[in-house]
């Protein structure tokens, strides 16, 4: 059974940093590639990046771009997103999402498996 757990979310001044933690288990890790989702209140779930099986490709929503940095440690079946520069629209519900191959994209319908959530609150 795969299972995907999300950490290190909580509640940061504007301008501050979380790292976010995904760690999987019940899958090939290193055979996925990993991506994180948020959603914020009375919005749809949106892309924010993505990183293939070695982390040799990543990919980020625009928004995003400088700010945001995935990673992954395949030796600990872990993803992470690095978030600086934190502004208060990006508090939201952070998902990390997995599929098997070099399918996935930037679309929810991409991935196939999906941890429960952490919610990061930035504060003005």
């Known amino acids: 059974q795969v299972q995907m757990v999300e950490s290190g979310g909580g509640l940061v001044q504007a301008g501050g940093s979380l790292r976010l933690s995904c760690a999987a288990s019940?899958?090939?890790?290193?055979?996925?590639?990993m991506g994180w989702f948020r959603q914020a209140p009375g919005k749809e779930r949106e892309f924010v990046a993505a990183?293939?099986?070695?982390?040799?490709?990543?990919y980020y929503a625009d928004s995003m771009k400088g700010r945001f940095t995935i990673s992954r440690d395949n030796a600990k079946n872990t993803i992470y997103l690095q978030m600086d520069s934190l502004r208060p629209e990006d508090t939201a519900v952070y998902y990390c999402a997995a599929v098997r191959g070099v399918g996935g994209g930037s679309e929810l319908d991409d991935y196939d498996y999906w941890g429960q959530g952490t919610q990061v609150t930035v504060s003005s």
């Open positions: 990183s293939s099986w070695n982390g040799g490709s990543t």
């Open positions: 019940g899958l090939t890790f290193s055979m996925h590639t």
